[in-house]
């Protein structure tokens, strides 16, 4: 008991006084973005608040920066900027995860206390499910986790591949008590969002029907289920069924996040959706980039849903063991559903501002066609960009045929560098002196009949002149009238990752940048305009960012 109550004390004090950890020169190591000290990382897992600390847990090896010896690794903090690295929680040293304690979720049960579920791998490759529970409630951090001794908890049977069944959901209790969680698998070549349920949440059952399968897709990975709020400025419960809420379900498949929406009778357990996975039209992703095997909490107290995704390295295995490390987190993002209802709009949470520093501001700026203006008095290496377009002259727009086009190749095949009518036109990030190196998040304007088409790009076909890592560009159509309201970019830049967010964020595309000149202050930062048609920037703002403090504790 002394031993435990000294370990809190400590871990109180380092919390409480967080230093920034030793700097190492390192031009990829990013400074504001959730990264372990060192070696790999992957899927984000049970990320929850409890007694008022936020917890976030992590696929991690704890040996090595390649993938491997997967494990939980379990992080703190008060403010979700601002992390303190514990020890890890979960090691595969038993017969179910003898293989690896691959991704999971965390619940708070009914009674207050957390649980996670995770998946373990048996030595023949058969995946199960698990249970672990806190071992000492009263420590804040929750630093040892005990494995049920009822494990596993949950077998593949009945048709399920025992390959591909994993990565338990946040469970979901309905009217009549009994507490439901999704498993991603693949059933008879499709893939399938596996329903369970439990009374007491040890002894689960399978479901006769699945809540969703989709013929156009394979495995399920990370699936996510959860409701969000017609029409509110707010997040909600992931128990509620409140008749003014729809729900999302999200897979991750083909390297990116789909989410489709539609209407949850828990009676049934009849998810009703709106359209599939990969229907004609409805590409809705979390993100159009490198962000991957999301996963979402509920934050009770800004009643608030929250969402990470892991952003993998794009330089190859050689690089990483250079560095000693691999992957990073995204910037937690706040979940809402637009006013339209028509789909998801992801913001970076508020508490990132408060490592905002200087502001350099810019208003009501003529940006001719063919024109670059450099944004000056800001570290853009290390930044916080928000800008809006102002547009007046739309008769320009080149016409298109939206049906059919396909916006990433649309972005790939007319780069920042094409010259077109209304656009490209955005931020050039990472820019070397010159603009040999640069990385550009633009937008295009097109019209199609009676509407107009808003085309978002991230182009790193000149992020780095140098070969190796991966540089393929990103894009999407965004449903925004230009007629109606400003095209608005906000962009995190951190060294070798950028996350952008369009249309007030309606869209988002994540990118990893490795440029060999626009390294730290040689790294510069521009407003650009590459149409033919003026514009005006209608307000810029940009921020140096100051660096999050993430340390260890020594216990």
Known sequence: MVISVIRVVALCVALASLRAESSIEQPYRTAYH????????????????????????????????LWGNITWAHSVSYDLVNWLHLPHALFPTDPFDIKGCFSGSTTILSDGKPAILYTGVYSNDSQVQNLALP????????????????NPLMIPNNGIDPKNFRD??????????MWR????????????????????FFTWTRSTNPLHSSVKTNMFECPDFYPVSINGNYGVDTSSQDKFTKHVLKASFDGNDYYILGSYTPQNDNFSA?????????????????????????????????SWGWIAEMDGDANAVKKGWSGLQSIPRSILLHKTGKQLIQWPIKEIETLRARNVSIQEKQLKGGSVLEVLGVTASQADVEVSFDLTNLKEAEFIVPDGVNPRALCSQQTA?????????????????????????????????????????????????R????????????????????ITLRTLIDHSV?????????????????????IDNQAHLYAFNNGTVDLTISRLDAWNMKKARLVSANI
């Open 467 to 486: 070969d190796g890592p991966d540089k393929t560009t990103y894009g999407t159509f965004i449903d925004i009238d230009p007629r109606q309201e400003k």
């Open 135 to 150: 071992k000492n409630l009263s420590d804040p951090f929750l630093t040892e986790w005990v494995k049920s001794p009822l």
């Open 498 to 518: 950028v996350e952008s967010f369009g249309g007030n964020g309606r869209a988002c595309i994540t990118a990893r940048v490795y440029p060999a000149l626009a």
């Open 34 to 65: 959730f990264q372990p000290p060192q070696n790999w990382m992957n899927d984000p897992n049970g990320p929850m608040l409890y007694k008022g600390v936020y917890h976030l847990f992590y696929q991690h090896n704890p040996y090595g920066p």
């Open 417 to 465: 560098s094409f010259r077109g009518m209304i656009g490209p036109f955005g931020l050039l990030v990472l820019a070397s002196q010159g603009l040999t190196e640069q990385t550009a998040i633009f937008f295009r304007i097109f019209k199609s009949h009676e509407k107009y088409i808003v085309l978002m790009c991230s182009d790193q076909s000149r992020s780095t002149f």
């Open 274 to 306: 709106e359209n599939d996975f990969l229907d004609s039209g409805f590409d809705f992703r979390y993100d159009y980039g490198k962000f991957y095997a999301s996963k979402t909490f509920f934050d009770s107290s800004k009643k608030r849903r929250i």
């Open 168 to 177: 338990p959901s946040t469970a979901w209790q309905g009217p009549d008590g």
């Open 181 to 200: 969680v999704i498993l991603g698998g693949n059933l008879n070549g499709q893939g399938t969002a596996i329903l369970y349920q439990s009374k007491d």
